[in-house]
């Protein structure tokens, strides 16, 4: 086997995989924090220097607006109702952490890739049945529906590299080949 495809190599690229994944995880909760400030500046940028990206859609400044003044409206009077948010947030971190254990032994815990597999078909149907309800314009939860086709495919790579790997070693195994260690933690 070419040191290229060898368990050393398929763990540091698994982990750089997962690396990304757990910073956009990161990211995507952190932003769900600030949302009347983000949707002011949203909306501020649609009206002036983002204008070009508003004609092109032409329902996105009215959709922002609208939001922007929902959210306005719960801040100052209702703002008990963005600590829901608060909690989405929160869940976006915890979920990230977990996928340290994939990182530490992908092998073993190969199980939260495929945790994280089945959220992402389950953003799907939540967005087709919700959204509607929720009266969110149906290009809006495609948008949602794309966090789920686009999170499932380094997921769907690290799933096959953690396979791979699983058979490298077993092959190493029989073969008394020294199995190298998982670096980065017990």
């Not at 002011?40 to 609208?66: H, M």
């Amino acid at each position: 086997m070419n040191e290229a495809n060898g368990p050393v190599a398929l763990l540091r690229r698994i982990r750089v995989w997962l690396v990304v994944f757990i910073v956009c995880l990161v990211l995507s909760g952190i932003t769900a924090f600030p949302l009347v400030t983000e949707l002011r500046l949203a909306e501020d940028a649609l009206a002036s220097w983002a204008a070009p990206v508003a004609e092109i859609f032409p329902g996105l400044l009215e959709w922002v607006g609208r939001v922007r003044e929902g959210l306005d409206a719960a801040d100052s009077q209702y703002p008990f109702l963005l600590y829901g948010t608060d909690w989405l947030a929160f869940a976006h971190l915890v979920i990230a952490v977990a996928f340290y254990g994939p990182y530490r032994d992908p092998v073993r815990n190969i199980w939260v890739i495929e945790f994280g597999m089945i959220a992402c078909a389950g953003i799907i149907p939540l967005a087709l049945i919700c959204g509607p309800i929720r009266g969110i314009p149906f290009w809006w939860s495609v948008i949602d529906m794309s966090f789920g086709v686009f999170g499932v495919i380094p997921l769907l790579v690290v799933r096959r590299m953690i396979k791979r790997l699983e058979a490298v070693r077993a092959m190493q195994a029989v073969a008394g080949a020294p199995q190298p260690q998982a670096v980065g933690g017990p």
